[in-house]
């Protein structure tokens, strides 16, 4: 099947020395990964990238690649796995736990650092965040405006309003 998309396969820009910098984007639609091929064909998942690759000067820097799970009927990241100038491939983040709406309650970055999030209203806005055993971060939400306020582990708490349009005013 032949597949479009309107992002960007390869974007291409010049540094401050003179030198290219190329980055190259993988869809699903490219892979030739059987379980990518499902994603695009079966799920419509057919632009999700899979893979992307950042060169200068011809050299390639950085290399990294997403797997996908198959949860609930549906294809999530399950983890991000980065070599950087050809060394081998080392898994940055993993992500564990979906909820009903699609969203992760942990994520395991470089194998030791974990965070949770609990999700509010719904299952669709995050109302804490901890890393790994530590204090929460705490947010509130007023739906379809953004965040009302912020409280962090020092006790301080940060309170945002909006318009009746909706723009953050304070």
Known sequence: KDFRT?????????NSDGKEHV?????TFDSDDPKHQEMALWYNMSDMIVGKKEYCAGTLLRDEKTDY??????????????SVLSE??????????????????????????????EWGYGGVYP???????????RYTWKPLFGVTSISKENGYT??????????LSS
């Open 6 to 14: 309107d992002k960007p396969k390869t974007v291409r820009t010049v």
């Open 23 to 27: 980055t190259e984007y993988v869809y």
């Open 69 to 82: 799970v198959l949860h609930d009927d549906w294809f999530y990241p399950e983890s991000v796995s980065i």
């Open 88 to 117: 081998p491939y080392r898994e940055k983040y993993r992500f564990l736990d979906y909820n009903g709406k699609g969203n992760f309650s942990r994520l395991v970055t470089n194998r030791c650092d974990t965070t949770s999030v």
């Open 127 to 137: 109302v804490s965040i901890r890393l790994n055993v530590g204090h929460a971060t």
């Open 158 to 167: 940060e309170h945002y309003g909006y318009t009746s349009g909706g723009r």
